[in-house]
Structures are given as C-alpha cells and as structure tokens.
T-cell receptor, first 115, second 113 residues
C-alpha cells in the first residue's frame, strides 16, 4: 500500500536545538501539506506545496520555522531554534488535487517534545 | 477565513447504537471529507463527497454532502468498540486554494461494550 512516510516518529529535544522532520509523500501526488496537531488548537495547517512550489506558509511562525521540498520525494519541516510551545504532533499529508476533487492522505506523524 | 463547526465535541455510546455527527460551514465547499484518527496515528480517510446532495456509504458509515454545500453529516450504524477514535470533517473550497482543507475540531467517540 502506498503511504506517506514520516521521520522521526518521536523526537525529544531541548529548547534551542534545531529539529528537522522529513516526509516522503505518496508517489504521483502533486500537493504536500504540513499540519500541526495539539489538544488546544486541533489540526493547524502550517504550509503546503503544489508540484514542489510553496503555495501558502501563512500558518507557520516565519522566524523559526521553514518548510522546503528539495525534490518530489522529500519534504522537510525545520524548527530553529525550538521552543517548548512547539511541542506537538506534526503531520505530513499528500494528495493529488484538481480544482474539483482530491483526497488527502496523512502520515503517522512526528511527535515532538521540546523540554 | 473559513470556519467549520463540528458537533458534538464528544459522544459516549453503548455498543450497537447508531451515531450521528455533523459539520457546518460559513462558506460553500466543493468537497467534504471525513477522517478517523486512532490514538498515536494519523487521520485516515473514511469517505469523500464531491457533489451537493451526494450520499455515500462505506460499510457501516454513511455520509452526505448537504444541498446548501455548507454542511455534511456522518452516520455510523451499529457501533462497535473499534469505532472509538476522533472523527474529523474537512472541507475544500476549490478555486486557486484547491487542496487546502479546513478541518473541524473533531468529535471524540467512546463506545462502551
């Protein structure tokens, strides 16, 4: 079964450290998303790409977060420096979208704990 | 921006009961999706709806795309313990923002054996 693959599954780090999360989207999908999930805020869209081009990163704190897609098989989300409030589960998701239809498939998530 | 209100926030039911949850939006959507999330996992797509009025089933699950295009509901019939989880609705507006989904807050379902 094709699936979105995320690494690491769990990451514990100290405040101030750099964190990089990686995602391999499903082959053939044209749109890749990064979401953050917390109990308080639910699922928040951080950034997304279409055909590797960044479309919207307005949900991301620009001073510390960056999202890139160096090639069609890899999307990255980097936090530098990390802060305790960044503790959350980060999901990558991909889908093939047109203006009329599309379905989104999620990875298993990367649980980040910043001490 | 778009707002999605999902209700109820949580449900506690007995095994065998039917479940109904819904989402309403302040905006018109051209796609409604329903997801289920198990603890420690990512959301899994259950049902996708693309046309106003569309009624789609997936086993014991049935979902409908409201005719106003501003709402959708999900029904689960004859619930079983493995139905436990968080259910999310999501809508897509299309246009230049196609693919960008707005998610509801989720419905936490607990099923007592």
């Amino acid at each position: 079964d094709a699936r979105v693959t995320q690494t690491p599954r769990d990451k514990v780090t100290e405040m101030g450290q750099e964190v990089t999360m990686r995602c391999q989207p499903i082959l053939g999908h044209n749109t890749v998303f990064w979401y953050r999930q917390t109990m308080m805020q639910g699922l928040e869209l951080l950034a997304y790409f279409r055909n590797r081009a960044p479309l919207d990163d307005s949900g991301m704190p620009k001073d510390r977060f960056s999202a890139e897609m160096p090639d069609a098989t890899l999307a990255t989300l980097k936090i530098q420096p990390s802060e305790p409030r960044d503790s959350a589960v980060y999901f990558c998701a991909s889908g093939f979208f047109s203006s009329s239809a599309g379905e989104l498939f999620f990875g298993e998530g990367s649980r980040l704990t910043v001490l | 921006g778009q707002q999605l209100n999902q209700s109820p926030q949580s449900m506690f039911i007995q095994e065998g009961e039917d479940v109904s949850m819904n989402c309403t939006s302040s905006s018109i959507f051209n796609t409604w999706l329903w997801y289920k999330q198990d603890p420690g996992e990512g959301p899994v797509l259950l049902i996708a709806l693309y046309k106003a009025g569309e009624l789609t089933s997936n086993g014991r699950l049935t979902a409908q795309f409201g005719i106003t295009r501003k709402d959708s509901f999900l029904n689960i019939s004859a619930s079983i313990p493995s139905d436990v989880g968080i259910y999310f609705c999501a809508g897509q507006v299309g246009g230049t923002s196609y693919g960008k989904l707005t998610f509801g807050q989720g419905t936490i379902l607990t099923v007592h054996p």
